[in-house]
């Protein structure tokens, strides 16, 4: 998928709150150092995975579902198998009417259920990471391309 750096730094700019669908709570997965990073920049990120539910991620309450969520959503951030995706989209369609964006993480794809938010007017980003794009648009990504926060004498 081509995504102009327009469009990604206008999606990015204009967000405030994220909801991360799928977040874990182990340091070593990517939703969890994508979601850590996002609030770090200052995005409001709303911790959304049944299995967790009640716990506290970075001073969060993680909700079961978007439904659960109170107010509104810019992103909706999906750290799920593609075959996922069309429950998801539709939920978030149902309960955020202005959903300004649904974002799919590297590796997540589907048109159908991109197509169907799509014609709602939200924009679609598949198989990207807002981490990676808020690294390489803002200037923080390192020389080696990642910028994880993470520092070891034994690289």
Known sequence: MDYSDALLRDVLTRAKR??????????????YFV?????LRGFDVVPVNPVYAGKVLFGKTIVASLSEVEGAIDIVDIFRRSEA?????????AVFPDLQTIWMQIGVE???????????????I??????IEYQRLFGELRKGGFATGVISSKL
């Not at 995706?85 to 369609?93: C, D, G, R």
């Not at 589907?110 to 679609?124: F, K, Q």
């Open 85 to 93: 995706v069309p429950e998801i989209v539709e939920e978030a369609l």
């Open 18 to 31: 994220v909801a991360v669908v799928g977040v874990s709570m182990n340091p070593v997965r990517a939703s």
């Open 126 to 131: 598949q198989d990207r990471c807002p981490k």
């Open 35 to 39: 979601a850590r990073y996002l609030g």
């Open 110 to 124: 589907h048109p159908a259920a991109a197509a169907l938010a799509e014609a709602r007017g939200v924009t679609v």
